[in-house]
Structure formats: C-alpha cells, structure tokens
C-alpha cells in the first residue's frame, strides 16, 4: 500500500510555472506507476501526465503536451509535474494516483487504486 501526499499548487498568472510534487511513503515506490490527474469545477477527472513503472516511459494528454513535464526520483519517492505556460484552462484540482498492477492502461482513473487528496492550481488571466 502506498500513501500519496500532494504539493506546489497556488496562483500563478497566465504564462507562467508551477512544479507539483507527489511525495510518497512505502519502500517499493520503483514498483508503481504515477499519474496526474485534474479535476476542474463541473468538470470529470481528467487525465493529464503519467509514468510508468520500471522501464521509465511517460504518457501526456494531449492538451498539455509540449508545456508539462512528468518525472520521478525513485531515492526520494517522489513524482514532479513541472508546468510551464500555463493557461487559465489549467485551473483545477491536481491529483496524484499510483499502482503497481502490471496490466492496464495509465491514462485511465480505473488503473489507480491510491490516490492523495489533491492540490489547487488557480491560472488567472
């Protein structure tokens, strides 16, 4: 089991850059894939960046293709999203999620079976 812990949100204008952290407790962190997600008022979860498990690949929505950028640091169980040129439709709630199933598609909310509690990025124009 592992627990997700998300951090970095806050407001930042239009053009800007924030870098999200997802730090995680457990000893076998390498063995789980991550991805972000984001949830915006009224809106359904979306997903937005992940990366996968053992073998370093990494998968983006293509709305934020080019301007984030997912990575981990498995000597300190932790998971980045660094985000540049950010857009007012960015706002959202940002979440973490991990597992370790070796089956499954990232990009989807059903893969994850642990998720932290979210972290608010605010775009203003």
């Known amino acids: 089991q592992v627990q997700l812990v998300e951090s970095g949100g806050g407001l930042v204008q239009a053009g800007g850059s924030l870098r999200l952290s997802c730090a995680a407790s457990g000893r076998t962190f390498s063995r789980y894939a991550v991805g972000w997600f984001r949830q915006a008022p009224g809106k359904e979860r979306e997903f937005v960046a992940a990366v996968s498990r053992i073998v370093i690949n990494t998968y983006y929505a293509g709305s934020v293709k080019g301007r984030f950028t997912i990575s981990r640091d498995n000597a300190k169980n932790t998971v980045y999203l660094q985000m540049n040129s950010l857009k007012p439709e960015d706002t959202a709630v940002y979440y973490c999620?991990?597992?370790?199933?070796?089956?499954?598609?990232?990009?989807?909310?059903?893969?994850?079976?642990?998720w932290g509690q979210g972290t608010q990025v605010t775009v203003s124009s």
């Open positions: 999620a991990a597992d370790s199933k070796t089956m499954g598609l990232l990009h989807t909310i059903e893969y994850y079976d642990y």
